[in-house]
Every structure is written in structure tokens, then in C-alpha cells.
């Protein structure tokens, strides 16, 4: 079993749409996650980023985590053609020797005008 | 300019040269990664470093070799380049729970 595993998709919805991005994870010790963005061609660009479960909230995008269930998603409120990328969740650990930082696939989602 | 960089951007060279990659990052995180992105295969971890000194293999190092002898540059050589190491490189470094990337090499070994 793959410690992170995320659907690669790929995704295509019409604009508007809200969108659900998820991964499932096995390695307790993660205690960090990341969603990152990335555009063809271009490096991975942190989205959001948190250390706790529960929902964070940034603009269009809200990231949830839950860690009873090993499961994170990634929500984008009425998506835009510009949304359209390579989204990769990632998770880490705590610090020290056995740092880890670990990423799924990738889901790709393109964004229908 | 704070941030990361990665130099070449662009890269062509012949089988069995040795290539370096450069990585350069301005805020002084101890974490610095070299990952290489192929289609199908998604990010994969070549070598990381948890600070200046300190280097450690990741999930496909065979034919790379790190150093890290100042906290801010961590360079990753190609001793002898095969077609196979044709991918696009990314240099990421870390503070606790956040990632940074640079904006990626792309290497062809012809």
C-alpha cells in the first residue's frame, strides 16, 4: 500500500462547479498537509497548507483534514478555467532524522468555460 | 530576490557527461529536496538534506550525488548521464509542514 494515494483523474467539470479533490494516507506519524497547484510547465505552488483537523478556508479554496480517517480533500467553489492544473496533496512529518515529506500523484482537473 | 531558484532552467546534453543542477534558496530553511517529475510517475524523491551536512537518499538516487555544504545551496550532479535521467528536476526546500519549489529544470540526455 502506497502511503499517500490520490485519484489521478483526470477531472473535467463546466465552470462554476465546486470541485472535490481528495487523498488517503496510511502513515500515522503525517501531521502536515499541503495541497499544491501546478500548471504545465511550471513548478508545484503551495495552495493551502494545515497542521490540524478541521477545515481551513482561503477564498474559493478550502482544505479539509481528517485524521481519524487518514483522508484530506481540497474543495474550490465555483471553479474557474484559470483552476484548470495538476493538483498534488502532500503530507509530512514532524521534524528531526526522520523528516519525511511525502506526495500523491497528482489529480488533473481541467475546468470546462 | 527571497525565494528559490533553480539554474539551468534548460538543459541538453550527451549520454556519459557529468551535469550539475544548482539550487539556491534565500530563507535559510534547514529541509532542501531534489525531486524528478516523469509522466505516470508524479514527483519521486531523488535526495534530501535536513541541513548543511546532512544528505540522505531518497526513493530513486542510483547515478545522482548531493552535497550540502552551506544551509542555502544544495547542488545535484549526474556523474555520467544516461537517456533514462531525461526528466524535468525540481529543487523544494521546507520549513516545518510547508514546501517550496523552484521552478524546475528540464534535462534531456541525448
Known amino acids: 500500500q502506497k502511503e499517500v494515494e490520490q485519484d489521478p483523474g483526470p477531472l473535467s467539470v463546466p465552470e462554476g462547479a465546486i470541485v472535490s479533490l481528495n487523498c488517503t494516507y496510511s502513515?500515522?506519524?503525517?501531521?502536515?498537509f499541503m495541497w499544491y497547484r501546478q500548471y504545465s510547465r511550471k513548478g508545484p505552488e503551495l495552495l493551502m497548507y494545515?497542521?490540524?483537523?478541521g477545515n481551513k478556508e482561503d477564498g474559493r479554496f478550502t482544505a479539509q483534514v481528517d485524521k481519524s480517517s487518514k483522508y484530506i480533500s481540497l474543495f474550490i467553489r465555483d471553479s474557474q478555467p484559470s483552476d484548470s492544473a495538476t493538483y498534488l496533496c502532500?503530507?509530512?512529518?514532524?521534524?528531526?532524522?526522520?523528516?519525511?515529506?511525502?506526495f500523491g500523484k497528482g489529480t488533473l482537473l481541467t475546468v470546462n468555460p | 530576490d527571497a525565494g528559490i531558484t533553480q539554474s539551468p532552467r534548460y538543459k541538453i546534453t550527451e549520454t556519459g557527461r557529468q551535469v550539475t543542477l544548482m539550487c539556491h534558496q534565500t530563507?535559510?530553511?534547514?529541509?532542501m529536496f531534489w525531486y524528478r517529475q516523469d509522466l505516470g510517475h508524479g514527483l519521486r524523491l531523488i535526495y534530501y538534506?535536513?541541513?548543511?551536512?546532512?544528505?540522505d537518499k531518497g526513493e530513486v538516487p542510483d547515478g545522482y550525488v548531493v552535497s550540502r555544504s552551506k544551509t542555502e545551496n544544495f547542488p545535484l550532479t549526474l556523474e555520467s548521464a544516461t537517456r533514462s535521467q531525461t526528466s524535468v528536476y525540481f529543487c523544494?526546500?521546507?520549513?516545518?509542514?510547508?514546501?517550496?519549489f523552484g521552478q524546475g529544470t528540464r534535462l534531456t540526455v541525448v
Open positions: 523544494a526546500s521546507s520549513r516545518l509542514g510547508e514546501a517550496f
Open positions: 502513515n500515522s506519524a503525517f501531521q502536515y
Open positions: 494545515t497542521y490540524s483537523s
Open positions: 502532500a503530507m509530512s512529518t514532524s521534524g528531526g532524522s526522520n523528516y519525511k515529506l511525502t
Open positions: 530563507w535559510s530553511h534547514s529541509y
Open positions: 538534506s535536513a541541513a548543511a551536512d546532512i544528505t
